[in-house]
């Protein structure tokens, strides 16, 4: 990956997400989603990574800092309803 753009928004249980990169090859992929932070899949749009069209996200408490991160990250290549 060449360069990767990534916008954030948070939500009240969750976030929105969207990506936008240029590859190595010069070749573009854009993809968003929406999550709540309950790992549970919720649906990607465009060209998710690794051919995904779902992630799942938790939140997870450090408690060495005890500060709040996005946890584990899932993406999913599967049907959604």
């Known amino acids: ?3 990767e753009t990534r916008i ?4 009240p249980l969750g ?4 990506v936008r990169r240029v590859n190595g090859d010069s070749s573009t992929q854009e993809f968003e ?3 709540n932070l309950d ?3 919720y649906a990607m749009i465009g060209q ?3 051919g995904a069209n779902s992630i799942a996200a938790n939140l997870t408490l450090l408690t ?6 996005v946890g584990t ?6 049907r959604l309803p």
């Open 33 to 35: 989603y929406t999550t």
């Open 8 to 11: 954030v928004s948070p939500g």
């Open 64 to 69: 060495r800092s005890n500060r709040l991160s």
């Open 48 to 50: 998710g990574p690794y």
């Open 73 to 78: 990250r899932k993406w999913l290549r599967q």
């Open 1 to 3: 990956m060449k360069i």
């Open 39 to 41: 790992g549970k899949s």
């Open 15 to 18: 976030m929105a997400v969207s």
